[in-house]
């Protein structure tokens, strides 16, 4: 028995083959079109293409660029000395004023540390009045001595003086002279080496003390320094401000060096800017920016630029100019366009994607009846996120195309077609 043998319906897949044929064909097709006069034209929808119109107006190069909002000063607080976290005295987002305590560091040894050094001062101060003491009783019985021995000599001086005048006069004898003159001599040898002695002894006296008194002003600044570092286990405000970023809870160990937190400073705002590595040799010190907020413009100035790069980016800060925005807030993020160069008149050319295949070399200029678009050679110099400053080639209230010219290689010429 026969049986009846139904067509297949046709598959999607050999649909959009058949589609694409047909596609491929018509393109091929617009391409020959005016192939009569040696020009490659292609038929184009108008509503596929954008049609800018160029002018002449201000051109400013710039950049846009994001800011953080930052407190004009800040000021880290690190462990001076490690310890463990004994007591908080505030808590994160506390107005401080000055030499307010923060919080307080335990640390043992170096409060045993200072307990020893106090004690090593004070047996140095001891030290040092028992030496002086001693020093002067042998200064006292050296000038004692000095005085017996400068009593000896005006003694055999005086005996001398006159044995020598009874025996000029014939009224002693020579042994009797001869023993007055020794005993002078000898008083005399005495008295000098004794007067020198005593010299020696105050010169070395006085140096001794001299000694002793620096190594006690030593040892009394190496206290101070200790005293000092356990007073530094009590963090303290350096200035008056906020305390943020807070990182201490009780019982944590703090090594020294360690980060604590900041103090921003209520002195105003400054914004944290970065910019592309590639900017980097025409950013410096003055370029302006600006920025809308709450629908007003303000003006920023760049005051230092950071040069490290890191992750193809770096670092400015900027200052407010004029007046500052109210509400405005620490972290907020601003928008901020960064002038690059003054604000110059220029022939302008909206951005669009035919730059990605002319190079800024040539675009499509619509004809004065709008029915066609052929190329034109142009030279383009500096842009911005909006305009490319055109040199050559346009003129104001010239009409040109401006969308992606993916599909236009080898094209002279586009008919547009309206729909």
Same mark, same amino acid.
Do not use: C
């Given at each position: 028995?026969?049986?009846? &043998?139904?067509?297949?319906?046709?598959?999607?897949?050999?649909?959009?083959? &058949?589609?694409?044929?047909?596609?491929?064909?018509?393109?091929?097709?617009?391409?020959? %079109?005016?192939?009569? =006069? @040696?020009?490659?034209?292609?038929? %184009?929808?108008?509503?596929?293409?954008?049609?800018?119109?160029?002018?002449?107006?201000?051109?400013?190069?710039? &950049?846009?660029?994001?800011?953080?909002?930052?407190?004009?000063?800040?000021?880290?607080?690190?462990?001076?000395?490690?310890?463990?976290?004994?007591?908080?005295?505030?808590?994160?987002?506390?107005?401080?004023?000055? @030499?307010?305590?923060? *919080?307080?560091?335990?640390?043992?040894?170096?409060?045993?540390?200072?307990?020893?050094?106090? #004690?090593?001062?004070?047996?140095?101060?001891?030290?040092?009045?028992?030496?002086?003491? =001693?020093?002067?009783?042998?200064?006292?019985?050296?000038?004692?001595?000095?005085?017996?021995?400068?009593?000896?000599?005006?003694?055999? +001086?005086?005996?001398?003086?006159?044995?020598?005048?009874?025996?000029?006069?014939?009224?002693?004898? *020579?042994?009797?002279?001869?023993?007055?003159?020794?005993?002078?001599?000898?008083?005399?040898?005495?008295?000098? *080496?004794?007067?020198?002695?005593?010299?020696?002894?105050?010169?070395?006296?006085?140096?001794?003390?001299?000694?002793?008194?620096?190594?006690?002003?030593?040892?009394?600044?190496? *206290?101070?320094?200790?005293?000092?570092?356990?007073?530094?286990? #009590? %963090?303290?405000?350096?200035?008056?401000?906020?305390?943020?970023?807070?990182?201490? +809870?009780?019982?944590?160990?703090?090594?020294?060096?360690?980060?604590?937190?900041?103090?921003?400073?209520?002195?105003?705002?400054?914004?944290?800017?970065?910019? +592309?590595?590639?900017?980097?040799?025409?950013?410096?010190?003055?370029?302006? @920016?600006?920025?809308?907020?709450? $629908?007003?413009?303000?003006?920023?100035?760049?005051?230092?630029?950071?040069?490290?790069?890191? =992750?193809?980016?770096?670092?400015?800060?900027?200052?407010?100019? $004029?007046?500052?925005?109210?509400?405005?807030?620490?972290?907020?993020?601003?928008? &901020?366009?960064?002038?690059?160069?003054?604000?110059? #008149?220029?022939?302008? %050319?909206?951005?669009?994607?035919?730059?990605?295949?002319?190079?800024?070399?040539?675009?499509?200029?619509?004809?004065?009846? @709008?029915?066609?678009?052929?190329?034109?050679?142009?030279?383009?110099?500096?842009?911005?996120?909006?305009?490319?400053?055109?040199?050559?080639?346009?003129?104001?209230?010239?009409?040109?195309?401006?969308?992606?010219?993916?599909?236009?290689?080898?094209?002279?010429?586009?008919?547009?077609?309206?729909?």
């Amino acid at each position: 028995m026969d049986r009846v &043998i139904q067509k297949k319906a046709w598959g999607t897949k050999k649909i959009a083959t &058949i589609a694409g044929i047909t596609g491929a064909v018509l393109f091929g097709a617009y391409l020959i %079109v005016g192939a009569a =006069s @040696g020009k490659r034209k292609l038929n %184009v929808d108008t509503e596929r293409i954008t049609v800018s119109e160029v002018k002449k107006g201000p051109f400013q190069d710039f &950049i846009p660029v994001n800011g953080v909002v930052m407190p004009y000063t800040t000021i880290y607080l690190d462990a001076v000395e490690g310890g463990r976290v004994e007591e908080k005295y505030v808590e994160d987002g506390a107005n401080l004023k000055k @030499g307010d305590p923060i *919080l307080k560091l335990a640390n043992t040894d170096l409060e045993l540390n200072l307990a020893n050094q106090e #004690t090593q001062v004070y047996a140095a101060q001891t030290q040092m009045q028992i030496s002086h003491n =001693s020093a002067q009783q042998n200064t006292i019985t050296k000038l004692n001595q000095m005085a017996d021995v400068d009593n000896a000599f005006k003694e055999a +001086e005086r005996v001398y003086l006159l044995d020598k005048k009874l025996y000029d006069q014939k009224a002693i004898g *020579l042994q009797e002279f001869r023993a007055a003159e020794n005993g002078y001599n000898y008083q005399v040898r005495r008295k000098k *080496l004794t007067t020198q002695i005593l010299k020696q002894d105050t010169a070395l006296t006085r140096q001794e003390d001299v000694q002793a008194r620096e190594q006690y002003a030593h040892m009394k600044n190496t *206290l101070e320094l200790m005293r000092k570092k356990v007073a530094d286990l #009590t %963090v303290r405000a350096p200035i008056d401000g906020q305390l943020t970023s807070m990182d201490a +809870e009780v019982g944590q160990n703090k090594n020294k060096g360690e980060h604590l937190g900041q103090i921003d400073a209520q002195n105003g705002f400054k914004v944290r800017v970065d910019v +592309e590595e590639h900017y980097l040799s025409r950013i410096y010190n003055g370029l302006m @920016g600006d920025f809308s907020f709450a $629908g007003k413009t303000y003006k920023l100035v760049i005051k230092k630029v950071f040069t490290q790069i890191v =992750s193809g980016r770096f670092q400015v800060d900027m200052q407010f100019v $004029g007046e500052v925005p109210k509400g405005i807030r620490k972290g907020q993020t601003l928008q &901020i366009r960064l002038a690059l160069s003054d604000e110059t #008149t220029a022939i302008l %050319v909206p951005k669009g994607g035919f730059y990605q295949q002319t190079g800024g070399n040539w675009i499509f200029k619509v004809a004065e009846d @709008g029915k066609s678009a052929y190329k034109v050679d142009i030279r383009i110099d500096r842009q911005n996120p909006d305009y490319y400053e055109v040199l050559q080639g346009l003129k104001p209230g010239d009409k040109v195309i401006t969308s992606s010219y993916e599909n236009y290689d080898g094209i002279q010429e586009l008919v547009l077609k309206k729909p």
